[in-house]
T-cell receptor, first 116, second 116 residues
Framework: AQTVTQSQPEMSVQEAETVTLSCTYDTSENNYYLFWYKQPPSRQMILVIRQEAYKQQNATENRFSVNFQKAAKSFSLKISDSQLGDTAMYFCAFMKHGGGTDKLIFGTGTRLQVFP | DSGVTQTPKHLITATGQRVTLRCSPRSGDLSVYWYQQSLDQGLQFLIQYYNGEERAKGNILERFSAQQFPDLHSELNLSSLELGDSALYFC???????????????FGPGTRLTVL
């Protein structure tokens, strides 16, 4: 069974600074996807970034980038130039490739507070 | 707006009661997923339906059941409710059944269930 671990319950960063959120996972699968989701106070789940395990290049979406270390089973999220609107819960998630289901397995989340 | 709708937004009920949560997927999406998010926790996968058929089951209690109707909307039935069932219940939808190609899951706004 796959597991996702986020060891930082809370993080804080000053506006315009850079912050890195950590995530580790455990799986015996070789093909899978990893995700970071943002959940602002509105509780809406918003996909931030996706990484395919077969791709060595780290995914980037504007101010968001990941550091994917497949051998170490590590998947961290870097937020550059932090903005007040980045304040939210961030969830790391795993999805097995194929297998008849696209179910997502989530970590317990990291609460990020961006201060002015 | 993800295009996934969930009703009701909020539900307050008493222990021992039964409730039904409703989800309408995005137009064209055939898969529906249900997730449970207890207070400040990660989302837990409950069940997936694809085109009316159950595709995968997670840690769904026997007191919970779900179905997907011919018009593709889905209902999650929770019975003999306990205090611990209080949570945010998310529905998500995607195009495919999870057979290999990546299909993004789009999340609804959730239903907040409070059991008193």
């Amino acid at each position: 069974a796959q597991t996702v671990t986020q060891s930082q319950p809370e993080m804080s960063v000053q506006e315009a600074e850079t912050v890195t959120l950590s995530c580790t996972y455990d799986t015996s699968e070789n093909n899978y996807y990893l995700f970071w989701y943002k959940q602002p106070p509105s509780r809406q789940m918003i996909l931030v970034i996706r990484q395919e395990a077969y791709k060595q290049q780290n995914a980037t979406e504007n101010r968001f980038s990941v550091n994917f270390q497949k051998a170490a089973k590590s998947f961290s999220l870097k937020i550059s130039d932090s903005q007040l609107g980045d304040t939210a819960m961030y969830f790391c998630a795993f999805m097995k490739h194929g297998g008849g289901t696209d179910k997502l397995i989530f970590g317990t989340g990291t609460r990020l507070q961006v201060f002015p | 707006d993800s295009g996934v709708t969930q009703t009701p937004k909020h539900l307050i009920t008493a222990t021992g009661q039964r409730v039904t949560l409703r989800c309408s997927p995005r137009s064209g999406d055939l898969s529906v997923y249900w997730y449970q998010q207890s207070l400040d926790q990660g989302l837990q996968f409950l069940i997936q339906y694809y085109n009316g058929e159950e595709r995968a089951k997670g840690n769904i209690l026997e007191r919970f059941s779900a179905q997907q109707f011919p018009d593709l909307h889905s209902e999650l039935n929770l019975s003999s409710l306990e205090l611990g069932d209080s949570a945010l219940y998310f529905c998500a939808s995607s195009v495919g059944p999870g057979l290999g190609a990546y299909n993004e899951q789009f999340f609804g706004p959730g239903t907040r269930l409070t059991v008193l």
